[in-house]
């Protein structure tokens, strides 16, 4: 079946514009996770939800990044004010239960701050 | 310091050879442990979960988890140049009010024909 998908696979702005990411988890994943994947690094953590809900919001970096769920299927995280340092992969994973054994990754949206 | 800490290579072997990948960690509340594949430009893959300490093995590749030295590893047997990626290691706490993963940098595997 269709695993995760995410939009756009490629951003440029430009330094102080608003963009939003968007992702679509495998049909019929309760838990959505959002993390971020700086060159050289592993990802790290942002946000995750369980249904609507954000259950834990601890690895957002600063009140510019809000991420929302509003069905609980499709998610947009999104970043006002980009600075330079929000240049990364943003990456999406689902699991159809809560749990971290069971997260199946997305392609990621490469974003490019200028 | 890094609550999980992975060598970030790159490692170059030949092929058939015998890979092992490392990482170590400082958090003993870890229960999960994870081996993630990824290739360039794509989202990670997930290979192995093991739970607390053990062994798990499937096809070729074997996880060991060692809580009491805080150190994971995998194996790769009979290496391929399709194994050439970025290999992360993952953990996370029991399952509860976060599923975050924690993510060691990643190492990168070249297997050379």
């Known amino acids: 079946g269709a695993g995760v998908s995410q939009t756009p696979s490629n951003k440029v702005t430009e330094k102080g514009k608003y963009v939003e990411l968007r992702c679509d988890p495998i049909s019929g994943h309760t838990a959505l996770y959002w993390y971020r994947q700086s060159l050289g690094q592993g990802p790290e953590f942002l946000i995750y939800f369980q249904g609507t809900g954000a259950a834990d919001d601890s690895g957002l970096p600063n009140d510019r990044f809000f991420a929302v769920r509003p069905e609980g299927s499709v998610s947009t995280l999104k970043i006002q004010r980009t600075e330079r340092g929000d240049s990364a992969v943003y990456l999406c994973a689902s699991s159809q239960k809560p749990g971290p054994d069971t997260q199946y990754f997305g392609p990621g949206t490469r974003l490019t701050v200028l | 310091q890094k609550e999980v800490e992975q060598d970030p290579g790159p490692l170059s072997v030949p092929e058939g050879a015998i890979v092992s990948l490392n990482c170590t960690y400082s958090n003993s509340a870890f229960q999960y442990f994870m081996w993630y594949r990824q290739y360039s430009r794509k989202g990670p893959e997930l290979l192995m979960y093991?739970?607390?300490?053990g062994n798990k093995e499937d096809g070729r590749f074997t996880a060991q988890v060692d809580k009491s030295s805080k150190y994971i590893s995998l194996f790769i047997r009979d290496s391929q140049p399709s194994d050439s990626a970025t290999y992360l290691c993952?953990?996370?706490?029991?399952?509860?009010?976060?599923?975050?993963?924690?993510f060691g940098t990643g190492t990168l595997l070249a297997v050379q024909p």
């Open positions: 993952a953990m996370s706490y029991s399952p509860g009010a976060t599923n975050k993963l924690i």
């Open positions: 093991t739970y607390s300490s």
